[in-house]
T-cell receptor
Framework: SQQGEEDPQALSIQEGENATMNCSYK?????LQWYRQNSGRGLVHLIL?????REKHSGRLRVTLDTSKKSSSLLITASRAADTASYFC??????????????FGKGTLLTVNP | DSGVTQTPKHLITATGQRVTLRCSPR?????VYWYQQSLDQGLQFLIQ???????AKGNILERFSAQQFPDLHSELNLSSLELGDSALYFC???????????????FGQGTRLTVV
C-alpha cells in the first residue's frame, strides 16, 4: 500500500491562482519530499523537508509539514500553465544502514489553464 | 537532464518473453532504485541496490530480478512477461549513504514497456 496519499486527485485552476496539494502518510518519517512529473516523463525533485522542520520555501513553492497529523501540503503560488503536471509526495521508510525506500503516493494532477 | 540514463526508451515485446532494462546512475551515486508506474497501481517501489548489494525490496515479482554491477550501473530483468507488466519502469539514483542522510532521488526518463 502507498505510504503517502495526495489530495485532491485532480486540481484545475486558472493561471495566476494558487494551488494547494495535500499529502498524508502513515508511519514516522525522516523526511518528506515533493516531486513533479510531466506526462510520461521522469520525476523531478522539487523540495525536501526534514521531520524537524515545519515549513520550507523554494521560489514559488511553499511546503509545510505537520508530523503530529502526519500530513504535508505543497503550495504553488502565482501558478503558470507550465506548472501543469502531476505532483507526488514521497516519504522515506528507512530500515537503517543503507536501506532507503522512497514510497510515493498516487499523485495530484494539476492543470493550470491559461 | 537528471544525469540518470535509462535504455531503451521504448520496448515492445510479446507475452512470455524476457527483457533487460538498463540504468546508469548519476556519477558518484551509490544507490540505485527501480520503480514501476502503471495507471492502476501508481508508482511502485521495486528494489534498491547500494554499492552492488541489494538493500531494500518492495513489490517486486519473482519473475523480476535486478543487479548492480561494479561500475554501479544496474539492470532490471523481467521474464515470462504478461500483459499486466506493461508499464513505465523508472530507475533513480541518489547519494544516500546512511539513515541520517537526507537526500533526493534523481530519476531517469524511464523505459516504456509494452507487452502484446
Amino acid at each position: 500500500s502507498q505510504q503517502g496519499e495526495e489530495d485532491p486527485q485532480a486540481l484545475s485552476i486558472q493561471e495566476g491562482e494558487n494551488a494547494t496539494m495535500n499529502c498524508s502518510y502513515k508511519t514516522s518519517i525522516n523526511n518528506l519530499q515533493w516531486y513533479r512529473q510531466n506526462s510520461g516523463r521522469g520525476l523531478v525533485h522539487l523540495i525536501l523537508i526534514r521531520s524537524n522542520e515545519r515549513e520550507k520555501h523554494s521560489g514559488r513553492l511553499r511546503v509545510t509539514l505537520d508530523t503530529s497529523k502526519k500530513s504535508s501540503s505543497l503550495l504553488i503560488t502565482a501558478s503558470r500553465a507550465a506548472d501543469t503536471a502531476s505532483y507526488f509526495c514521497a516519504t522515506d521508510a528507512t530500515g537503517g544502514g543503507s536501506n532507503y525506500k522512497l514510497t510515493f503516493g498516487k499523485g495530484t494532477l494539476l492543470t493550470v489553464n491559461p | 537532464d537528471s544525469g540518470v540514463t535509462q535504455t531503451p526508451k521504448h520496448l515492445i515485446t510479446a507475452t512470455g518473453q524476457r527483457v533487460t532494462l538498463r540504468c546508469s546512475p548519476r556519477s558518484g551515486d551509490l544507490s540505485v532504485y527501480w520503480y514501476q508506474q502503471s495507471l492502476d497501481q501508481g508508482l511502485q517501489f521495486l528494489i534498491q541496490y547500494y554499492n552492488g548489494e541489494e538493500r531494500a525490496k518492495g513489490n517486486i515479482l519473482e519473475r523480476f530480478s535486478a543487479q548492480q554491477f561494479p561500475d554501479l550501473h544496474s539492470e532490471l530483468n523481467l521474464s515470462s512477461l504478461e500483459l499486466g507488466d506493461s508499464a513505465l519502469y523508472f530507475c533513480a539514483s541518489s547519494a544516500y549513504r546512511g539513515r541520517l542522510t537526507n537526500t533526493e532521488a534523481f530519476f531517469g526518463q524511464g523505459t516504456r514497456l509494452t507487452v502484446v
